[in-house]
């Protein structure tokens, strides 16, 4: 899902509005594994976001998952009043190849703009080792940040391709053996780790598309690499034991994605929902024939 990352910004939403609170959210859904993503199939969905039951935007996600070549795109902004105080709004971006079933990245972009800047991240990846990066304009350089080394960008996941959580087996993947997981994650500006913990199966009902069951998981961010360790907002998430995240199938794939995301904040619940999440399988293409 979706842009750049909240973490990236430290974690600040009433600055970064939908678009970074979406991609944090699609950053905390992770890709936990090379697990065969098994067939193709498409996702069309939309999500609102709020803080303390209040709306502060909403955001578009699209996954479309071929036999060899998948492709993720999403875009987010702020909605009612905190547009009025802090517009903002972003678009993020990965593909990459099927490799024997596998979802294997090459590229990811994102955008952020708010009323002050806009910021780009680039990410190039091969087999899961980050090749190239790059944040535009090129931030300052803080002391205080732990730095971010080459061993910490191999065996990644970008932060887009991470949101697809791959289940293996051939069983219904919307079981509790889908929290059974972690993954590494470079965002372009930190590297941190996410782990899944099942909690209880739930069914969830769309206003358009998908109503069926979710699988919740309990969700815990470490902090790796690429962060100031005194910033209150790290010691307060890496201290949290109360995230929630619920996942629902993509049709026609073993690949799960966020239906809905709950983090408790200083300032009352974020909540991010799907409220149109519209799924279908797609059939193998044919090789044309002479």
């Known amino acids: 899902m979706l842009t750049t990352p909240l973490f990236a910004q430290d974690l600040r939403p009433a600055r970064l509005g939908l678009a970074a609170w979406l991609a944090a959210f699609c950053a905390l859904a992770l890709a936990w594994g090379a ?3 098994a067939a193709q199939g498409k996702l069309e969905a ?80 091969d087999k899961g080792s980050v090749k190239e990066f790059a944040i535009l304009p090129e931030p300052p350089v803080d002391p205080d940040r732990i730095v971010v080394t080459e061993a910490h960008r191999r065996g990644v996941w970008d932060p887009m391709t991470a949101s697809l959580l791959r289940v293996p087996g051939t069983g219904d993947p919307v079981s509790p053996e889908a929290c059974h997981n972690a993954a590494p994650v470079f965002d372009g500006r930190m590297r ?38 005194d910033r209150p907002v790290i010691k307060y998430l890496a201290a949290q034991r109360n995230i929630e995240i619920a996942f629902a199938p993509v049709a026609g794939t073993r690949i799960l994605v966020p239906f809905w995301l709950k983090v408790p904040t200083p300032l009352g619940p974020a909540m991010l929902e799907a409220t149109s ?12 024939t002479q």
């Open 192 to 229: 941190y780790d996410l782990k899944l913990d099942f909690k209880r199966m739930e069914t969830v009902k769309a206003e358009k598309g998908y109503r069926g069951p979710v699988v919740v998981c309990a969700l815990y961010f470490v902090p790796v690499a690429g962060y100031i360790p």
């Open 277 to 288: 999440f519209i799924t279908s399988p797609q059939p193998p293409r044919v090789a044309k």
């Open 35 to 37: 697990a065969p993503a």
């Open 46 to 125: 939309q999500y609102e976001a709020s803080l303390a039951g209040i709306p502060v935007g909403k955001g578009a996600w699209n996954i479309d998952i071929q036999d060899d070549v998948f492709s993720a795109a999403a875009a987010g902004g702020t909605t009612g009043l905190l547009k009025s105080f802090t517009g903002g709004s972003g678009t993020g971006a990965s593909q990459g190849r099927v490799v024997g079933g596998a979802l294997v990245a090459t590229g990811y972009q994102a955008s952020t703009t708010t009323q002050k800047k806009t910021e780009e991240i680039r990410i190039t990846l």
